[in-house]
């Protein structure tokens, strides 16, 4: 059957394999549309006796090509518009694109046999310049393929390569395949660009053309004319690239080294388990075109069955992301691809669709039964070596799969070394420290945890993960990718390299007319040029994208309760603040006279003091004692301000009524404990010194807490957090450094989480509140953001919520307020106090209500939008993001004397409040 298959393709192929031969260099990654046709300029067809005495050693490339040029398999899966798509029009846009390079093969088929009996070329016509003044309407646009080269009079000519050639009125554009202009010219005449058509050879702007064929407005526009839009010479150009480095990702890990060892294989053909049981979880079935290329040695087909073990916890959604993950590492979602992006949001459990999919792999593959992976290198941050250990043992036990983890006691060679482990799971830190050791090893699949780190391809870490020769490559990330077009690329390179061409290509094609496109002033055509791109782009890239948003698991998750918490400043805060905005350094920075950087001191002065003022006057003291202090920055800020502190003030006292924000968050403590006596706190904040406060707190009332930050030993950071989750720690509190080692972790043994500060990047203070509320999570969960009231803090509350801070930079992690540009304007506001107010963000909102319990609709009806790169039609609406203003506005909200507070936790902090915002999701379970 499967023999049958490839010899049909042979004959097929007899006059392509021509075609071929008399092309450029650069045609074999040419476009597909007239790749099959190219013929150089000055040759003449050879004969049927040369053709086939050339067809064996050409049936190899052949086959390269016939692999390649199935880019994308309609006849594969209808399921895959419905799992990858993130929105309507691009599911649309998919089956779109598929008929299109159906048809492209299909047509460039039938004019290579036409191109076969198209002998020898007459000579170009020029094409002449208009001297009369001819008017054309400019929405006729034409586009063509074409193959170029110099005007010469040469016999031989070589076409140097395909481009696009854009007919428009009396004007033409000859743009290469990476998008550059090559060629312009106007004012030609208008009857003779207009009678351009297929087959035509001729001279314009110097340069000798041959038209391949006529291009749709729709593919040009797509993008997909273009060298890696195209798909089959995608495929085929980074395949070239990918040669480099990759072996056959699809030769099977098991050889067989003997005829016996054959038969055995054969005997045993049966799947491990059972495909027709109830429940039964089974992966597509290879197509016949799969298996003509990588079932060489023709054995059976057997079904894949996930573990019916793991099938029996799995979450419906899971189900479809072990679905999708395996068809993208087997190559059958973008034929000849192997890497996939696991996007889906925090907590929806990217660990066990991985753990399923590496167990699978391991013990079966298509083909005979035999396992596709040996070795899996899972890389990951350092906090969360542990967690992966631990994920494995929860869902496989200690037996099925042997793991290792590196750390300072577990060096990679035990590893290298030992035949006995089948997975590695090393940080990204101790991966650039081991690199060399790793390269010996011959990894089949290669996982990255949080892998959204690797969107910047100049860092080490990327550069090291590149140079692993391992083809079967996926990303997992909670954080959206689309949201930045250039760490878009980087990310989408790392998995499948090349499929987007190189990055110039990349800028011209994609990039530059989608960003052109969102500009105000952009034109009707490049508006509608920019959005097909980006359409064009985000179909392409769908098919090995998944991202599921948080309300796939609503379901199984208790109800969360958020609250937005305004705490009154003290009086002590207030006076510091005034005097702080008084300073000469707030005043220079208003003026635009001082550095680039002053702002951020004066930012970084007020955001401590809404924490504690002690933090203030320790760094003051800190300062002080600097010799530099004379010419230091920070004392046109500081000057004056130690005589607002009582002069015994001594910053161990602390007190807690010195700070708003610790006076309420001390009731909230207590009341928690009183309340809810089985039920645990996670305190989290951006600052260690911060947590040194609370920490005190806690010592003081006798509350036994954990701690994690930036300080935590990567070895001891699981053992903490399974101390915390586990039923019989007596710990109350977790104190949290969300920046240091909030990402990935589970703390589900806390069911209240308090947000000390307030972070510029609303990522940060996400990733912190998804720890708690997530699979496994038996108690409702209650979020508590403490702002002070008035402040700077209320400020970037605003930003964050705002539609400035929506922008691509606020999803990401690594951006901080450094990366952010204030205008003067924007530092007024920022530098102003609003003493009288009770809540300045809900004055913002331009809300109706007085501020007297305004009951809106819960949040879940209003689906949130964030801004990005690709547009709102291609990102799914995200549960974890930032609410815009018109949603918070729906928020039950406030004010802290409000008579009729029907949450006994707000009732007991609400002297200490001006203002609460609420909402409730998964209300339905009774709280
Ligand atoms: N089907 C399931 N049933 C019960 N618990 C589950 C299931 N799937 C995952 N979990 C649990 O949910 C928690 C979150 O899973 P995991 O850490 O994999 O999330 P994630 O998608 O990696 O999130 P993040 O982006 O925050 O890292 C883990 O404790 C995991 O064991
Ligand atoms: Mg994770």
Redesign the pocket.
């Known amino acids: 059957m499967v023999l049958e298959v490839g010899k049909q393709k042979q004959q097929g192929r007899l006059i392509l394999l021509n075609m071929r031969r008399s092309a450029a260099p650069s045609q074999l990654q040419g476009n597909p549309f007239k790749k099959p046709k190219f013929i150089s300029p000055a040759r003449s067809h050879p004969s049927p006796n040369e053709e086939v005495a050339k067809l064996n050693s050409e049936i190899k490339l052949f086959e390269a090509a016939a692999n390649k040029s199935n880019f994308l398999q309609p006849q594969n899966d209808p399921r895959i518009c419905d799992f990858n798509l993130p929105t309507e029009e691009c599911a649309k846009g998919i089956n779109h694109g598929y008929n299109h390079r159906e048809k492209y093969c299909l047509e460039a088929s039938t004019k290579a046999t036409l191109d076969l009996h198209h002998t020898v070329h007459s000579a170009p016509k020029e094409i002449t310049v208009s001297k009369g003044q001819e008017e054309k309407p400019d929405s006729l646009v034409k586009y063509f393929s074409v193959v170029w080269c110099k005007a010469s009079k040469k016999k031989h000519k070589k076409w140097e390569g395909d481009a696009v050639l854009i007919v428009r009125g009396k004007s033409f554009t000859l743009k290469d395949l990476e998008g550059k202009d090559i060629g312009k010219g106007t004012g030609y005449k208008l009857k003779e660009l207009e009678k351009i058509e297929e087959g035509q050879t001729m001279m314009i702007g110097g340069k000798e053309i041959e038209v391949m064929g006529i291009i749709s407005p729709d593919d040009f526009n797509s993008g997909r004319c273009f060298q890696f839009g195209g798909g089959c010479s995608a495929v085929l150009s980074s395949s070239q690239a990918a040669k480099k480095c990759f072996s056959n990702p699809f030769k099977s890990v098991c050889k067989l080294s003997s005829k016996e060892n054959k038969q055995n294989s054969f005997q045993n053909c049966k799947p491990r388990h059972d495909p027709h049981a109830p429940n039964s979880l089974v992966m597509l079935r290879p197509d016949k075109n799969h298996q003509w290329l990588f079932n060489k040695t023709c054995f059976p087909v057997v079904d894949v069955v996930i573990d019916p073990h793991l099938v029996y ?3 419906p959604h ?1 189900k479809e992301g072990i679905i999708f993950l395996y068809e993208c590492v087997m190559g059958m979602r973008v034929n000849g691809r192997c890497g996939a992006i696991l996007a ?9 669709q991985c753990i399923s999919l590496i167990w699978t792999l391991q013990c079966q593959g298509p083909y005979g039964g035999k396992p596709i992976i040996k070795k899996t290198l899972i890389v990951t941050p350092g906090s ?1 070596v542990n ?1 992966w250990r631990k ?1 494995f043992q ?1 869902w496989l036990g200690i037996e099925r799969i042997k793991i290792f983890t590196v750390d300072q006691d577990h060096k990679v060679e035990e590893f290298t070394k030992s035949p006995f482990y089948s997975v590695l799971i090393i940080s990204y830190e101790m991966l650039l420290r081991s690199l060399d050791q790793i390269k010996t090893v011959k990894f089949d699949l290669l996982i990255c ?2 892998g959204h780190r690797l969107k910047n391809s100049t860092i080490k870490t990327t550069t090291a993960l590149i140079s692993l020769s391992c083809e079967k490559r996926i990303i ?3 954080t959206p990718v689309q949201n930045d077009l250039q760490e878009f690329f980087t990310l989408i390179d790392f998995v499948n390299p090349g499929i987007l061409g190189s990055l110039s290509a990349y800028r011209k094609i994609y990039e530059e007319p989608i960003i052109i496109s969102r500009q105000p002033s952009a034109s009707e055509e490049e508006r509608k040029l920019g959005e097909q791109r980006a359409a064009e782009l985000t179909c392409l890239t769908g098919l090995f994208i998944l991202r599921r948003t948080q309300e796939v698991i609503n379901k ?1 998750l208790p109800p969360k309760i958020e609250n937005v918490v305004f705490c009154r400043p003290g009086a002590l805060q207030i006076e510091l603040y005034r005097k702080l905005l008084n300073s000469q350094a707030v005043r220079f920075c208003l003026q635009g006279l001082l550095e680039n950087t002053s702002h951020l001191i004066c930012i970084g002065a007020l955001k401590k003091l809404c924490n504690h003022p002690c933090l203030l006057f320790g760094s003051i003291k800190e300062k002080e004692s600097n010799s530099t202090w004379d010419e230091s920055e920070e004392r046109n800020l500081y000057e004056g301000l130690m005589n607002v502190f009582p002069a015994d003030y001594n910053p161990i006292m602390f007190t807690e009524e010195e700070s708003g924000k610790l006076q309420v968050l001390s009731k909230l403590l207590a009341v928690i404990r009183e309340l809810r006596p089985a039920e645990k706190v996670v305190l989290v904040s951006n600052y260690t010194r911060t947590l040194d406060i609370l920490q005190e707190v806690c010592k003081r009332h006798g509350y036994a807490y954990t701690r994690l930050d930036g300080q935590t030993p990567i070895s001891q950071r699981q053992k903490i957090v399974d101390g915390f989750n586990s039923k019989y720690s007596s710990d109350f509190i977790f104190l949290l450094s969300s920046k240091a080692g909030g ?4 703390l ?1 043994g806390g069911s209240h989480l308090i947000l000390y500060d307030i972070d510029w990047n609303p990522a940060t203070d996400i ?1 912190a509140m ?2 708690v509320w ?3 999570q038996k108690h409702p969960v209650h979020i508590y953001r403490l702002l002070t009231t008035g402040t700077i803090e209320e400020k970037i509350y605003q930003r964050q919520i705002s539609k400035q801070g929506l922008s691509g930079a606020v999803v990401d992690l690594s951006k901080t307020s450094d990366h952010i540009q204030f205008s003067v304007e924007e530092l007024k506001n920022l530098f102003t106090l609003h003493e009288s107010s009770h809540c300045v963000t809900h004055d913002l909102l331009d809300c109706e209500c007085t501020g007297e319990n305004h009951t809106g609709d819960s949040l879940e009806k209003f689906p949130v939008s964030r801004s990005c790169q690709l547009g709102p039609h291609h990102q799914k609406s995200d549960s974890l993001k930032p609410l815009s203003m018109s949603q918070l506005k729906q928020w039950k909200h406030f004010p802290g004397d409000h008579l009729n507070l029907t949450d006994p936790f707000l009732e007991r902090i609400r002297e200490n409040v001006s203002f609460f915002f609420q909402n409730i999701t998964n209300k339905t379970i009774a709280i």
């Open positions: 916890y799995l979450r899971q889906d949001e925090m907590g929806l459990g990217k660990t066990l969360l967690n994920e929860k945890d949080e997992l990330t909670g199984y990402v990935g972790l589970n589900i990733q998804s720890r997530r699979d496994g």
